[in-house]
């Protein structure tokens, strides 16, 4: 299969054929219809993240189910499929309680094994990971969901509640800058984007926690169990992610591009299309 090889830290991403994976035991693997590039890449490719090198990186994927592993109940050939960036094992007690997102054997598809920047993609623990995409929802837009617009989603609808007509800050209109600004549009509050300038931050620091009573909260990616109410939505247009689509590329431009990921312009979310 054809997909974006790095050989080292730093080094250029490379376009070329490798072995195509196939099933882990509970596991599937997936033909990647799209994948988005996201700055977390740039990280893996940069060396701050822990890599096996060889390394195929991506992780914010959907596309069509093409093999199935032994003991997985839910899945067969052809579904079409999405996942979170975080893989949750499918058997420790966060995973069994719904929170798969903060699994502490969470594997990571282009961080713990080879990821999407490729035809195709093994993934792990496919009954507990996998995330069904509708019909009349387009593989890119649901490749938009598994990362920034998951994890915006998260912050503000399971981490912040945030109600109508309450006001929401969004400092940095990246991905996850600009997926929490329409969703935050959605739940009806008031929204105020401000990108990373220094006026901005002065903005958010006149803003800041000393003065009102604000709270600090995390979120990291969404766990598939908590997918649908956000799929129904997306479904339904009333969140519409594919509106940050940017553009889509092949593999040979995602190569040229990953590299300047930290100082790419970019005015949305890019999408790769492993298959052109
Ligand atoms: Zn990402
Ligand atoms: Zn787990």
Same mark, same amino acid.
């Given at each position: 299969? &054809?997909?974006?090889?790095?050989?080292?830290?730093?080094?250029?991403?490379?376009?070329?054929?490798?072995?195509?994976?196939?099933?882990?035991?509970?596991?599937?693997?997936?033909?990647?219809?799209?994948?988005?590039?996201?700055?977390?890449?740039?990280?893996?490719? %940069?060396?701050?993240?822990?890599?096996?090198?060889?390394?195929?990186?991506?992780?914010?994927? +959907?596309?069509?189910?093409?093999?199935?592993?032994?003991?997985?109940?839910?899945?067969?050939?052809?579904?079409?499929?999405?996942?979170?960036?975080? =893989?949750?094992?499918?058997? =420790?007690?966060?995973?069994?309680?719904?929170?798969?997102?903060?699994?502490?054997?969470?594997?990571?598809?282009?961080?713990?094994?080879?990821?999407?920047?490729?035809?195709?993609?093994?993934?792990?623990?496919?009954?507990?990971?996998?995330?069904?995409?509708?019909?009349?929802?387009?593989?890119?837009? %649901? +490749?938009? /969901?598994? =990362?920034?617009?998951?994890?915006?989603?998260?912050?503000?609808?399971?981490?912040?509640?945030?109600?109508?007509?309450?006001?929401?800050?969004? @400092?940095?209109?990246?991905?996850?800058?600009?997926?929490? @600004?329409?969703?935050?549009?959605?739940?009806?509050?008031?929204?105020?984007?401000?990108?990373?300038?220094?006026?901005?931050?002065?903005?958010?620091?006149?803003?800041?926690?000393?003065?009102?009573?604000?709270? /600090?909260?995390?979120?990291?990616?969404?766990? %598939?169990?908590?997918?649908?109410?956000?799929?129904?939505?997306?479904?339904?247009? &009333?969140?519409?992610?594919?509106? /940050? /689509?940017?553009?889509?590329?092949?593999?040979?431009?995602?190569?040229?591009?990953?590299?300047?990921?930290?100082?790419?312009? @970019?005015?949305?979310?890019?999408?790769?299309?492993?298959?052109?």
């Amino acid at each position: 299969m &054809r997909a974006i090889v790095l050989d080292a830290v730093r080094a250029d991403p490379q376009v070329r054929d490798v072995p195509a994976p196939t099933a882990p035991a509970g596991g599937v693997v997936v033909e990647v219809r799209a994948t988005g590039l996201c700055r977390s890449d740039w990280h893996a490719w %940069a060396g701050h993240e822990d890599l096996v090198f060889p390394h195929v990186p991506g992780h914010e994927l +959907a596309g069509v189910v093409s093999e199935v592993g032994t003991g997985v109940t839910r899945w067969a050939v052809g579904d079409r499929v999405t996942t979170p960036f975080v =893989c949750g094992c499918g058997r =420790c007690s966060w995973c069994r309680g719904g929170d798969a997102q903060v699994c502490p054997d969470q594997q990571q598809p282009g961080f713990t094994h080879w990821g999407s920047f490729a035809q195709h993609v093994a993934l792990h623990a496919a009954d507990t990971n996998l995330v069904a995409v509708p019909d009349d929802v387009e593989l890119a837009t %649901a +490749a938009a /969901l598994g =990362c920034r617009f998951a994890t915006a989603y998260r912050a503000l609808v399971a981490r912040a509640r945030v109600a109508a007509d309450e006001w929401v800050v969004v @400092v940095g209109a990246g991905g996850v800058g600009l997926s929490a @600004v329409m969703i935050a549009r959605a739940l009806g509050a008031r929204v105020v984007a401000v990108d990373r300038t220094t006026a901005a931050l002065d903005v958010a620091r006149r803003l800041g926690a000393i003065a009102w009573e604000l709270d /600090l909260l995390g979120s990291h990616g969404m766990a %598939a169990s908590d997918y649908p109410e956000m799929m129904a939505l997306v479904a339904e247009g &009333r969140l519409r992610p594919d509106l /940050l /689509l940017e553009r889509t590329v092949d593999l040979d431009t995602a190569a040229a591009l990953l590299p300047t990921f930290d100082t790419a312009t @970019v005015a949305g979310l890019t999408i790769i299309d492993p298959w052109r």
